[in-house]
């Protein structure tokens, strides 16, 4: 019954980079996991090694997994029990090959008053990067140039998954990007 119990408020570290962020369109599902007690702002952060950061289809932006290339990705920290991470998963369409939830090395802030014990503290967590099967493909498209953060200048063409055009899924959008000229 204990492990039970510890298992069921055991919380995994997530490190969120762009539409989850305070401030942008995603963080309502942050703030609902939040009000429910499965998710806890931990710190801002960044993380310890560099990282392709990119927009895609719609501005959505795209982690990609290929340490050492791009700069330090800024982003937040959330501690998230298992149910929280479901929903994200969902989100991030994990089962649906958008997107794979993999671990990162992310470096703690103590700025804004996170409880991390002080900068320069690294971590381990868990972030959502673009799926392998296009993320190659994705870097090539952004001129093999990343972002260090996801800011509303970027966020400005963002367009809310109910917006966009139903009639294809969201890797059929990717493909379209992937293969565009503009």
């Known amino acids: 019954m204990v492990a039970e119990k510890e298992e069921s408020t055991k919380k995994s570290l997530v490190f969120t980079y762009g539409t989850l962020k305070r401030g942008f369109s995603n963080h309502t599902l942050m703030q609902d996991l939040i009000r429910t007690g499965d998710a806890t702002f931990v710190s801002t952060c960044r993380t310890a090694e560099n990282y392709p950061l990119v927009c895609g289809p719609y501005r959505v932006p795209f982690l990609l997994n290929m340490a050492g290339s791009g700069q330090p990705v800024t982003g937040e920290l959330y501690a998230v029990s298992a149910s929280g991470l479901a ?37 381990a967590a868990e972030a959502y ?42 890797l059929d959008h990717i493909q379209l990007f992937l293969h565009s000229q503009d």
Request: aromatic letters at 8%; proline letters at 1%; charged letters at 30%.
């Open 87 to 123: 929903r994200l998963d969902e989100l991030e369409g994990t089962t649906r090959g958008h997107y794979e939830r993999l671990s990162i090395t992310v470096e703690l802030d103590n700025a804004d008053g996170g409880s991390c014990g002080g900068e320069g503290v690294t971590s």
């Open 129 to 170: 990067y673009a799926h392998e099967s296009y993320a190659a493909e994705m870097w090539k498209r952004n001129g093999m140039k990343g972002l260090n953060v996801y800011s509303e200048k970027e966020a400005k063409g963002y367009v809310k998954r109910k917006d966009r055009p139903h009639n294809l899924t969201f």
